[in-house]
């Protein structure tokens, strides 16, 4: 069903439906439609079609801590002028090219393995570093893109306007945290719950605890020390102040306020097509990853569209 110019209109499917709306949107469709968890959809008045209690649940997201800051004091002063300055500008609008092409000053990044996956080749933490500071911009894009308050800003972010440095950020690749998506009601116009329930696995906080302390290591080289004249920003952040500032117990504090995540929802409809117990849909997007991919997802959800529109035309016979 759809609305169009104010009329709902129904579409009836010859062969196959296909939900393709992402790790939010698909959930919501199939328990709007009486798949998923039954109890779920009784407090909601719904009909139960099939009783799937995985659907909406097992939500994922890449959480990352964006802002373990570094000064500068030389070598760097044209930080600031080649992001922002007019040559950038010139750049970007003319050809698409330049420092204004990379969002936020991302130079460079790289991936270790920290110790979650007991496979030494595989790599559960990603290092990004970033070539401004967030607070550089002076609050105008850095803040708002990761979700930090505007008390955070003021506070802790504020001092930083106008000043050269980099951040260094560190992003868990497979979180433990789970979270889901639930109705609000049974109007398909409301927007469902969606409960990322992040850091709710104590070993997430230990995770990013374990690879801040790593990027602190890679601060303190004399590459960054001397070359650079990086120095720690070590301005106590607001809400984690009664801590000894460095503690392991001031970075667990300082995980949890300044928490982001890389926009990557997935796996709330964890299983392959076809849904099992209805005929003739296909789940087919980010939410049917069982777990998230290491990397960002947009290529990842391009694979599972191009496996998922292979295996329609092996079903359909449209192929060999
Ligand atoms: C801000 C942001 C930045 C990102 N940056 C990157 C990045 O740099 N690199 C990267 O790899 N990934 C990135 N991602 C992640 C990537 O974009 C997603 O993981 C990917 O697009 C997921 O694909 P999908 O098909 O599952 O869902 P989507 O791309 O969300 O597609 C779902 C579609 O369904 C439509 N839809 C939903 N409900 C309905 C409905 N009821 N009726 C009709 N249509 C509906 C939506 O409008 C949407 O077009 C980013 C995501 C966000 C939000």
Redo the contacts with the bound molecule.
Sequence with gaps: M?IHNGKVKKVYARKEVIL???????P??LLLSGIGPKEQLQTHGIRSVVDLKGVGQNFQDHPLVAGISYTTERNAENLIPMMYGGNSQRDYIRNRTGPLSV?FGVVGYFTVNLGVDPDPNVEDTLFLFQSVLMGTDFGLVGVSTYGYTREVFQDYLREQGGRTGFVITVKLNWPKSRGSVSLRSKN?MEAPVIDPNYLSHPDDVEMLLKSIKYALIIGNTTALKDGLGAKLYDKPLLGCKHLKHGSDDYWRCFVRRMLSI?????GTCKMAPPVRGVEGLRVI???IMPLITS???????MM??EKGASMIKEDWGYVE
């Design positions: 759809y393709s709306a992402g790790a939010i949107d698909s919501k469709l969002p398909p890389g926009y990557h929802p997935s997007d980010a939410s990397s960002n997802l947009n290529a990842p959800t599972i569209g």
